[in-house]
């Protein structure tokens, strides 16, 4: 089994590189001068673009072929003070240059909406911004030049004191998404509501990638383990067939904050989860949710070969399980 290990968004290793400048609302309302606050906003925007590009780079030195951007790229963009507000033609050149770097070096890329994209709610009005937010994350990708192998993933959402109501109308209200969005999305489940088992369900019915975590998975259970469903899983990637199954793995902050994630990433519980999938598992792709972004990367590249003599790097973030 070959599995490709990223990060998410942030380096801790390339200095002054953050792809999430951003401009509080607040500070955009105290510009008097509306055009000259939208040319500021431009300006971070575009070195958000070209600090993603400087990362891109620093992953390709690294062999890292695996990355999430930064949902923040264009700060304000979802707001509703800047309803209107079109940035992509002063930016696209930007954008193409990124799109044109992931293809030439064959990275797989995505986005995670903030959690305030969620399409399982009751409120016409949250379900109105979730879908205009979709639309910019799309529409960034599209941008980018980038084809349906570049996906946003999301959470279900809230329970709204009725889960399977909930559940009933998520998948109401994405079977009515349009379809440019609809291909771009994998569902993962969440550490406190909707559990692998309930999402993997929602990716069956609707016939979308299941994007497991395991380190949500170990905390929101209903006594089934990862392996368990992992076949199933499987199968929801069986329409994209360039794309490997892609996981999300991290480590709890500590006793009292299980949920929470922390710095680093404890290989032993990786190792064990990738040899207990392996026989059923060609390729896999791991993004790695800790707080020391491509550090633990590197760390977890250094303790998985120590660890087992059965790995073995083919890369600087690619291992090989026997």
């Not at 309803?83 to 770097?101: A, K, T």
């Not at 979730?130 to 960034?140: A, G, P, Y």
């Not at 199954?245 to 922390?262: C, F, L, N, Q, T």
């Not at 790995?311 to 399980?321: S, V």
């Amino acid at each position: 089994m070959i599995v490709r290990f990223g990060y998410v968004a942030m380096s801790v290793v390339v200095p002054n590189c953050s792809p999430s400048k951003t401009m509080t609302a607040t500070t955009f309302q105290k510009i008097t001068d509306r055009e000259a606050a939208i040319r500021k906003l431009q300006r971070i925007a575009a070195e958000n673009l070209q600090n993603t590009l400087r990362l891109l780079k620093h992953n390709q030195a690294h062999d890292i072929h695996v990355y999430r951007f930064s949902s923040k790229l264009i700060p304000l963009i979802s707001h509703e003070w800047l309803s209107g507000w079109d940035p992509f033609p002063i930016l696209e050149p930007f954008f193409r240059e990124i799109g044109d770097y992931v293809k030439a070096h064959g990275m797989r890329v995505s986005f995670h909406p903030d959690h305030f994209t969620v399409l399982s709610t009751p409120r016409p009005e949250i379900l109105k911004a979730s879908i205009r937010d979709l639309h910019i994350h799309v529409k960034m990708l599209d941008t980018m030049g980038l084809g349906e192998e570049a996906k946003c993933n999301i959470h279900i959402g809230g329970a709204y004191g009725d889960k399977p109501k909930s559940l009933e109308r998520f998948i109401r209200q994405f079977s009515e998404l349009d379809e440019s969005i609809r291909r771009r999305i994998t569902l993962e489940n969440d550490d406190k509501t909707f559990n692998a088992l309930e999402t993997l369900k929602a990716c069956e019915a609707l016939q979308v990638p299941m994007v497991l975590d395991i380190h949500h998975q170990w905390v929101n259970n209903e006594g089934e383990r990862a392996i368990d469903l992992w076949p199933r899983v499987l199968q929801t990637w069986a329409d994209n067939p360039q794309l490997p199954p892609k996981i999300h793995v991290s480590s709890p902050k500590s006793e009292s904050d299980p949920r929470g994630h922390a710095d680093d990433v404890d290989a032993g519980f990786v190792r064990d989860f990738l040899i207990s999938i392996s026989k059923h598992t060609d390729r896999l792709d791991v993004m790695i949710e800790a707080k020391r972004k491509d550090g633990a990367l590197f760390q977890l590249m250094e303790d998985l070969p120590k660890l087992d003599s059965r790995i073995k790097k083919r890369d600087q973030a690619t291992i090989e399980l026997e």
